[in-house]
């Protein structure tokens, strides 16, 4: 068998992508045991100000933020990792200059050099963020503002994912659900202006939303003869909004797609249809982890609980750790990134990244206001 380099698999990688009072805990230091799955989420906020400067500051080797979120990655060293809020461009450039660039370069610590982490398979996905929906979705009587975009993004890209895997990544089965629209979901909740009675969005506009405000993806995860589904999405922020509460809806929406995706459905194969034309949800034996930014606390925060409620409780998912998992500053410690794993799945650890203020890895969490959430299945 022929050993490609990491440059080289990244590339061909890239190719086929082209279309609180809670003590937090502190990760363990040392390697996951070799007969442990160790699967992570962390949104790390490489995000820039215009098209094409992420890919920019991650072509170099000195980006400060990038080089905190890598040390990291290689202290919990996760064999399966969801990034969140990392652009997304048609070549998946910065995926994988973050991969080549940082994850696989050994880190400076006080204490000498950390152990490169190799990640031979990247999906970078699609985002609906910064695409230009061409309607006034904030209603300001202006077109083409990033409120204006199917999601919210300055550029085409912001704010995107990747899924970085150890393991074989079934590229021919991903589904994703980018452009599914958001009046499709049973019981979708239509934002309604509390002043007038009326819907926020009217029907012309009503009728072309999409759910997701990045995407909702599927990627099936080769561990041996184990198939583990990614299932990832980033929903938007309840908040920067106005009464008609537009966002929060959004959000408990983006998030209620999964407790339909996991559900037996009788209905589903006349709505719940990817992107390349498939339908129905996920199969009812398959084991997956629920993972990503949700933004939606369980029990604090402003948004509507009841779909991540559902979530934790849903028959097919296991809450194994509730920890807080970012810090907001004034708006306080809160529970929104989650890696929720099936219920088939032996879980046997999980963590927060979150050292305490006098410990020496304390000043690489400087580089998001969210931690790396983890947990360890029992291969």
Same mark, same amino acid.
């Given at each position: 068998m022929i050993r490609m380099t990491l440059a080289l698999a990244l590339a061909l990688v890239g190719v086929s992508f082209l279309a609180a009072t809670a003590t937090a805990q502190t990760s363990p230091t040392e390697s996951p045991a070799v007969n442990t799955l160790r699967i992570a989420t962390f949104n790390v906020s490489l995000y820039g100000k215009r098209q094409g400067q992420i890919r920019e500051r991650l072509s170099r080797r000195d980006d400060l933020q990038a080089e905190r979120v890598a040390s990291i990655v290689q202290t919990i060293r996760p064999d399966v990792l969801l990034i969140n809020e990392l652009d997304h461009e048609p070549d998946a450039a910065p995926a994988r200059l973050l991969a080549e660039n940082y994850f696989a370069v050994a880190q400076n610590t006080a204490d000498g050099k950390l152990s490169p982490v190799v990640f031979p398979y990247v999906y970078s996905a699609p985002s609906n963020t910064g695409i230009d929906s061409t309607l006034d979705l904030n209603n300001d009587g202006q077109l083409g503002s990033g409120n204006d975009a199917w999601g919210f993004g300055n550029y085409p890209g912001q704010y995107a994912m990747t899924v970085y895997?150890?393991?074989?990544?079934?590229?021919?089965?991903?589904?994703?659900?980018? /452009?599914?629209?958001? /009046?499709?979901?049973?019981?979708?909740?239509?934002?309604?202006?509390?002043n007038t009675g009326q819907s926020y969005y009217d029907d012309a506009t009503w009728s072309k939303l999409r759910l997701s405000? /990045?995407?909702?993806?599927?990627?099936?995860i080769l561990v041996g003869d184990t198939v583990i589904h990614v299932l990832a999405s980033h929903p938007t922020p309840p908040v920067f909004d106005g009464p008609e509460d537009r966002n929060g809806a959004r959000n408990h929406d983006e998030i209620e797609f999964w407790n339909h995706y996991l559900s037996d459905d009788d209905t589903a194969d006349t709505w719940l249809i990817d992107d390349d034309g498939r339908a129905g949800p996920l199969d009812a034996d398959a084991s997956f982890v629920v993972m990503g930014d949700l933004n939606a606390d369980p029990?604090?925060?402003?948004?509507?609980?009841?779909?991540?409620?559902?979530?934790?409780?849903?028959?097919?998912t296991r809450d194994v750790q509730q920890n807080k998992t970012a810090d907001f500053g004034r708006n306080g410690l809160m529970r929104v990134d989650f890696v929720l794993p099936s219920k088939d799945l032996h879980v046997i650890d999980s963590g927060v990244f979150w050292p305490t203020g006098d410990a020496p890895q304390s000043t690489w969490i400087k580089a998001s206001d969210h931690r790396l959430v983890w947990i360890d299945v029992k291969r």
């Open positions: 895997s150890r393991f074989p990544i079934d590229t021919a089965s991903i589904r994703s659900f980018q /452009k599914l629209r958001w /009046k499709d979901l049973p019981g979708a909740i239509r934002p309604v202006d509390p405000s /990045k995407n909702h993806i599927d990627v099936p029990i604090d925060g402003s948004g509507r609980r009841e779909a991540i409620i559902r979530l934790l409780n849903h028959p097919r």
